[in-house]
T-cell receptor, first 113, second 114 residues
Framework: NAGVTQTPKFQVLKTGQSMTLQCAQDMNHEYMSWYRQDPGMGLRLIHYSVGAGITDQGEVPNGYNVSRSTTEDFPLRLLSAAPSQTSVYFC????????????FGPGTRLTVT | AQSVAQPEDQVNVAEGNPLTVKCTYSVSGNPYLFWYVQYPNRGLQFLLKYITGDNLVKGSYGFEAEFNKSQTSFHLKKPSALVSDSALYFCAVRDRAAGNKLTFGGGTRVLVKP
């Protein structure tokens, strides 16, 4: 199993550009989520999904869109990049929610200039 | 709303000494509690979790954590720290009554000196 994979590893965008961060898992997990990690602020939940076709907002959803058309994939779209979105983005998955631990991808480091 | 506090930004400990990383939480109901570790330029890795039952939970790499309901705490401990334990540690909580969102603390950097 590859686990949770994320692409790209690094990305530089100009303000106003759009892009999609890819996330895939091969563990048949129902639950997937996106976090951003900023210094001193831990991880903050952007969006999550409890299954294909179902998504919901987390703590900091503004400026981001998600969709879940398959169990395996959960892409994160930046609609119009802003410098405030400079961060490290992690995708995670788990069998379900509740007491199941999450498996994290290696992260995408995004810089918006 | 649920929340997690890790009061120490950094913990320094000598190799071989006990290591403690503090975590307190707030939820409206009963919690599921987790500890994760992050090594440089890597994603988070699961260490251990509290679901129910015994308040002392044992996890990976010799780590354990004690759940204290009255103090709403879930401190991470290791009896004898290794230099390789140097990393960023995150506590996280999920409210059983509102189980879809996992909330993380701000993280504690652990530095184990030889």
């Amino acid at each position: 199993n590859a686990g949770v994979t994320q692409t790209p590893k690094f990305q530089v965008l100009k303000t106003g550009q759009s892009m999609t961060l890819q996330c895939a898992q091969d563990m048949n997990h129902e639950y997937m989520s996106w976090y951003r990690q900023d210094p001193g602020m831990g991880l903050r939940l952007i969006h999550y999904s409890v299954g294909a076709g179902i998504t919901d907002q987390g703590e900091v959803p503004n400026g981001y869109n998600v969709s879940r058309s398959t169990t395996e994939d959960f892409p994160l779209r930046l609609l119009s990049a802003a410098p405030s979105q400079t961060s490290v983005y992690f995708c995670a998955s788990s069998y379900r929610t509740g007491f199941y631990e999450q498996y994290f991808g290696p992260g995408t480091r995004l810089t918006v200039t | 709303a649920q929340s997690v506090a890790q009061p120490e930004d950094q913990v320094n400990v000598a190799e071989g000494n006990p290591l403690t990383v503090k975590c307190t939480y707030s939820v409206s109901g009963n919690p599921y509690l987790f500890w994760y570790v992050q090594y440089p330029n890597r994603g988070l890795q699961f260490l251990l979790k509290y679901i129910t039952g015994d308040n002392l939970v044992k996890g990976s790499y010799g780590f354990e954590a004690e759940f204290n309901k009255s103090q709403t705490s879930f401190h991470l401990k290791k009896p004898s720290a290794l230099v390789s334990d140097s990393a960023l540690y995150f506590c996280a909580v999920r409210d059983r009554a509102a189980g879809n969102k996992l909330t993380f603390g701000g993280g504690t950097r652990v530095l184990v000196k030889p």
